[in-house]
């Protein structure tokens, strides 16, 4: 069987190539938790643990109800 990166790892990722091409630029707003699971066939909660990484990583920035959008860098 292949490795492949943890299921986190892959929406950390994805979303990570997503800025950097700026296919999400900033002040994009991302996918809501669930969509994000559906989109990488991942639990909500998976998809909450990767934004969370993002936050800390300084690409995205969460708005107490309006969303995580992608931040400046």
């Given at each position: ?19 950097n091409s700026g296919e999400l ?49």
């Amino acid at each position: 069987m292949p490795n492949r990166p943890a299921d986190y790892l892959r929406v950390v990722n994805g979303i990570t190539e997503q800025i950097n091409s700026g296919e999400l630029a900033v002040g994009d707003k991302l996918p809501t938790y669930a969509q994000l699971a559906d989109q990488y066939s991942v639990s909500v909660s998976t998809a909450q643990a990767a934004l969370r990484i993002l936050r800390d990583r300084g690409l995205v920035e969460g708005q107490q109800g309006k969303g995580t959008f992608v931040a400046e860098h």
